[in-house]
């Protein structure tokens, strides 16, 4: 009898486990997914940025070449 609460309770501290991991997973792939469309919009305007600065030091250089 003792046995059978014993496999009962383990089975009952396995699923409250399983289902706490599991929560936590899905929390930080919710969390990782709700950052992609911040990153893009980082991405996007680090990239205005670069080629600005690229046309800017294009513009410098012509400009003492001459």
Not at 9 to 38: D, M, Q
């Amino acid at each position: 009898m003792g046995e059978a609460i014993g496999k009962v309770l383990f089975v009952v501290i396995a699923l409250i486990v399983i289902a706490s991991v599991g929560s936590l997973i899905l929390s930080v792939l919710g969390l990782v997914l709700g950052l992609i469309p911040l990153l893009v919009k980082l991405a996007v305007f680090g990239g205005l940025i670069y080629l600005g600065w690229i046309a800017f030091n294009k513009l410098t250089k012509s400009s003492q070449t001459l």
